[in-house]
């Protein structure tokens, strides 16, 4: 087999999906924070939409992340230690309910592009939202991620896994 169908073989591989996916959310978010800090500094509507699309994307990001993180749950599981095992079911809560956090970003975002043509005073508060929001989401972004860093990589654990309750 030569390198090339190596890859295409990995790339069907939802775990390896999801390894190459799991940045899209945290660093299009930071991308995010700094356009929208950007825009605002130079008062630019133009930069402001720019920044809103980068923060919608990252936001929509974590659907397929979350998708191939939970198709590869099993095969992960497997593979891992006890430790290993009880980091991942925290990972995969933590990012259940860290979702909506970046959907929400998400959504200020959008509003934040659309609602000043019917609002225009509205435009700076909900930029400024939209960027409170994204810092809130790449911070939840890095709390998930904690976690997932714990399952398969034992130099990063420190003490034992968290309880599930």
Not at 48 to 76: C, E, K, M, N, T
Not at 116 to 131: D, G, Q
Not at 150 to 165: A, D, K, L, M, Y
Request: with cysteine.
């Amino acid at each position: 087999m030569n390198e090339w169908q190596e890859v295409l073989r990995t790339l069907r591989q939802p775990e390896y999906i999801h390894v190459l996916l799991n940045p899209m959310p945290v660093y299009g978010m930071a991308c995010g924070i700094l356009a929208l800090i950007v825009a605002l500094v130079l008062k630019s509507r133009q930069a402001q939409i720019v920044a809103l699309i980068v923060v919608v994307f990252a936001s929509a990001s974590v659907w397929p992340v979350i998708v191939y993180g939970h198709r590869a749950y099993d095969r992960v599981y497997s593979m891992t230690d006890k430790d290993g095992q009880e980091w991942l079911d925290d990972h995969e809560d933590r990012a259940h309910d860290g979702q909506w956090v970046f959907y929400a970003a998400g959504l200020l975002a959008l509003s934040g592009m659309f609602v000043p043509a019917k609002f225009p005073r509205a435009t700076v508060p909900l930029v400024v939202a939209t960027l409170i929001a994204s810092m809130a989401a790449i911070a939840t972004g890095g709390w998930i991620s904690h976690a997932g860093g714990q399952v398969r990589h034992t130099e990063f654990r420190n003490g034992s896994p968290p309880s599930i309750e």
